[in-house]
């Protein structure tokens, strides 16, 4: 069997298990690094080869994008990562780092529950920055933290250890500001602040693909001034084998974001006002897979094949090909043609998709990115609200 093949099997088996599922959104300020981060992700899970990852950035994928017709505005990629003797489906929505994007960004926070928020060691917190923390919290989804770029503190800023954790508290304190500004009027969510004793924030470069957190420092038994000896002296390659950022960042996910179990009884009162007494409202705060299907349209592609693609959260029930679905706002039903999921921006078909999985849905052609689309007629989601306009947060 193929290795593509297996993943997809693997991805299917893991889709009904909810409480191993992680569904994440990599949102950063503009050339942070997310696009070369996520590629780090996808080779560490063995979808594209160690040697291409950073160069083949596969997220990005314009001009394959072009050959073949397809226009993915938020990329979706399902990945497998052991962690604790478990296997875990780990589920990443690429968000665009422009802020022109700042609706598909909202859009991509909406179908998952943690983000991986990315910033340039050098730079700092940016406007972008704070939209995104924003959205996300907003959204009620959980913010873990990676400084970028700590090679070039190292190796090009020639920083010492003082100056440097200087640095780097200075950028955990920016985005802790704005966590602690939004949820300190939120009932619903404790502190969510994030901290590298607790191992919310990891380090790295994702251009030379290691990685450092407090949990890897333990578990490697390699300490910060150990990595900066091997950065100066250029032994990257040896970095990367010894403590690589894949296995860094998947660890944080798995231990830090909330599974849709974890996750949907927070998040269904944030972006639904129907009646929390319904049925409907139980079986999406249970994740129930035989509830009614309750899909959130966050995102249209088109393939030149298959035709538009709704992908999305599915909230509660099991999509699967032939159903007649409700699309919110619009009279009669859609018959679903096709469900899948994503492999690195490559739509797999699957025999269906369980609540708390992001799907791949052909058929809905009345739906839009922001639709409900459901197995009964239903209070649709609230409309994704776009915060265009950064704050700015420093001069
Ligand atoms: P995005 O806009 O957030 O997706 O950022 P990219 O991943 O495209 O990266 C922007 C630029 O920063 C590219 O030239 C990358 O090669 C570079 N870059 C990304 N990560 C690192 C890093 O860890 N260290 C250094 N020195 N450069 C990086």
Redesign the pocket.
């Known amino acids: 069997m193929g290795r593509r093949k297996k993943i997809v099997e693997q991805c299917e088996r893991l889709m009904d298990e909810p409480e191993n599922i992680r569904n994440i959104a990599i949102a950063?300020h503009?050339?942070?690094?997310?696009?070369?981060?996520t590629d780090n992700l996808l080779a560490g899970a063995g979808m594209i080869s160690d040697e291409t990852a950073?160069e083949q950035?596969a997220m990005?994928t314009e001009e394959d994008e072009q050959e073949r017709g397809i226009t993915i505005d938020a990329a979706n990629v399902s990945m497998t990562h052991e962690y604790d003797g478990t296997n875990h489906l780990v589920n990443l929505i690429d968000t665009p780092?422009h802020v022109d994007f700042g609706g598909d960004v909202t859009r991509a926070m909406r179908a998952v529950d943690g983000a991986l928020v990315?910033v340039d060691a050098v730079e700092g917190a940016m406007p972008q920055t704070e939209t995104v923390v924003r959205q996300a919290l907003r959204e009620g989804v959980k913010p873990a933290l990676f400084i970028?770029?700590?090679?070039?503190l190292i190796s090009e800023l020639q920083e010492g250890p003082e100056e440097m954790q200087k640095r780097l508290l200075g950028v955990i304190n920016e985005v802790n500001e704005l966590i602690r500004g939004m949820t300190d009027e939120m009932d619903d969510i404790d502190d969510w602040t994030v901290s590298v004793e607790d191992g919310t924030v990891g380090f790295?470069?994702?251009?030379?693909k290691w990685g450092v957190s407090m949990p890897s420092m333990q578990r490697t038994g390699m300490d910060f001034g150990d990595i900066m000896e091997l950065e100066r002296n250029d032994n990257r390659q040896e970095l990367h084998e010894r403590t690589p950022l894949s296995d860094v960042v998947l660890d944080m996910v798995c231990e830090h974001f909330p599974d849709p179990i974890e996750s949907q009884p927070r998040r269904i009162p944030r972006i639904w006002r129907g009646d929390d007494e319904s049925d409907i409202a139980e079986s999406m705060r249970l994740v129930d897979e035989d509830g009614e299907v309750v899909l959130m349209v966050t995102d249209i592609g088109v393939d030149p094949h298959a035709g538009e693609i709704a992908a999305g959260r599915v909230f509660s029930g099991t999509i699967e090909k032939g159903q007649d679905l409700y699309v919110s706002g619009t009279a009669g039903t859609n018959r679903v043609q096709s469900v899948g999921i994503y492999m690195g921006g490559e739509r797999e078909e699957v025999e269906h998709v369980p609540a708390g999985n992001i799907a791949a849905v052909t058929g809905l052609k009345d739906a839009i990115a922001g639709s409900t689309a459901s197995s009964t007629e239903m209070t649709p989601f609230e409309s994704i609200e776009h915060i265009s306009e950064p704050v700015i947060t420093k001069s």
């Open positions: 950063a503009v050339d942070h690094g997310k696009t070369t981060l950073g950035l990005d780092g990315v970028n770029k700590v090679d070039r790295g470069s994702a251009l030379y």
